[in-house]
């Protein structure tokens, strides 16, 4: 990654912080940082040129939930006109006890996905990534299924009770959290993050050949901004357990180095999703082989359905430029 340029959203904190740091003082020559404000963005840029002894950090204000957020952060971008790199889609939301609908009404927990398609898509429409960019966004070790208080949703049997088996339809039901579909916090995460991981192996079969997307499962690191918000029977169960389990717990910055060691994977495995192995929330990551993962007819309902959310198709004229 060295001379690269980099952006990381969700960075005002955790590991996308922590993977800012950590791209600056392996050679980056500059790394975008996002929040949810300008002033935090800015802050955290300064905090970091601070700590880090560089000057390498741009600020960008980005609100995944919303919409007009990510075009002017597009929009931004554009007028930069500099192609990024690496992009770390960092930024992700562990949903509370009582369910959130955003205003685009998407479920609180998958809304960061919708943003982080429509900011991509948009990257790519506008050539501002890189021809050999790698991409790299948050799954989580649920998605694969055999993690206490934790289970997704059976989609093609969700799909065939409700939705006369239209599983896009199915999934879009889960991002807005409709009809028939029960709030249950741990399994709404779940959810998002397999929805995540099929997102990934659809854009993949979409990208030129010499790009590359990753979801990577930063496995467990409990002392993070996204751990304080998780709901009671996570903070006050699952957290000080792996606290107490050799090996279920880790730093953020040893968290962010599997972001970062996947950005440097070839395309041969791009659409893969990577996590720790079955049982464990820490140590080397491995592809996923479970067969719901991957499930091409899943995959491309996801796709189908954030496309839908969204609004936004990569096969659509781009409405962007460098020139505009």
């Given at each position: 990654m060295?001379?690269?340029?980099?952006?990381?959203?969700?960075?005002?904190?955790?590991?996308g912080y922590a993977a800012?740091?950590?791209?600056?003082?392996?050679?980056?020559?500059?790394?975008?940082v996002t929040g949810r404000s300008l002033a935090r963005a800015q802050e955290t840029a300064a905090q970091l040129a601070t700590e880090t002894e560089t000057q390498v950090f741009t600020p960008l204000e980005l609100e995944l939930e919303t919409p007009a957020s990510v075009q002017a952060a597009l929009a931004?971008?554009?007028?930069?006109?500099?192609?990024?790199?690496?992009?770390?889609?960092?930024?992700?939301?562990?949903p509370g006890k009582a369910r959130?609908?955003?205003?685009?009404?998407?479920?609180?927990?998958?809304?960061?996905?919708?943003?982080?398609?429509?900011?991509t898509v948009g990257l790519l429409r506008a050539n501002l990534l890189s021809p050999n960019a790698r991409i790299v966004i948050a799954g989580a070790e649920p998605a694969r299924g055999g993690v206490p208080m934790f289970s997704y949703t059976?989609?093609?049997?969700?799909?065939?009770?409700?939705?006369?088996?239209?599983?896009?339809?199915?999934?879009?039901?889960?991002?807005?959290?409709?009809?028939?579909?029960?709030?249950?916090?741990?399994?709404?995460?779940?959810?998002?993050?397999?929805?995540v991981?099929?997102?990934?192996?659809?854009?993949?079969?979409?990208?030129?050949?010499?790009?590359?997307?990753?979801a990577v499962s930063p496995g467990a690191a409990t002392a993070t901004k996204v751990s304080r918000q998780a709901g009671l029977a996570v903070k006050y169960l699952f957290i000080p357990i792996a606290n107490?389990?050799?090996g279920m717990n880790q730093t953020p910055e040893t968290a962010a180095r599997r972001y970062l060691?996947?950005?440097?994977?070839?395309?041969?495995?791009?659409?893969?999703?990577?996590?720790?192995?079955?049982?464990?929330?820490?140590?080397?990551?491995?592809a996923q082989r479970h067969p719901h993962l991957h499930d091409r007819a899943s995959q491309e309902a996801a796709w189908r359905a954030v496309v839908k959310v969204s609004g936004v198709d990569l096969s659509k004229p781009a409405s962007l430029s460098a020139a505009s």
């Open positions: 060295k001379h690269s340029i980099a952006l990381v959203t969700g960075a005002t904190s955790g590991l800012a740091s950590i791209l600056a003082a392996e050679g980056c020559r500059q790394v975008i931004e971008l554009v007028k930069q006109g500099r192609p990024i790199d690496f992009l770390l889609l960092n930024a992700g939301m562990v959130v609908i955003t205003a685009a009404g998407v479920e609180a927990s998958q809304a960061p996905l919708i943003g982080h398609h429509q900011l059976d989609m093609p049997a969700f799909a065939a009770k409700y939705h006369g088996g239209d599983q896009t339809a199915a999934v879009e039901a889960l991002v807005r959290n409709g009809p028939n579909v029960k709030y249950v916090p741990n399994n709404a995460y779940a959810d998002a993050k397999l929805n991981a099929w997102w990934v192996a659809a854009l993949a079969r979409r990208l030129p050949s010499d790009m590359a997307v990753y107490l389990i050799p060691q996947a950005s440097e994977f070839g395309t041969d495995v791009s659409g893969q999703f990577f996590a720790s192995a079955q049982g464990k929330f820490s140590g080397p990551i491995e």
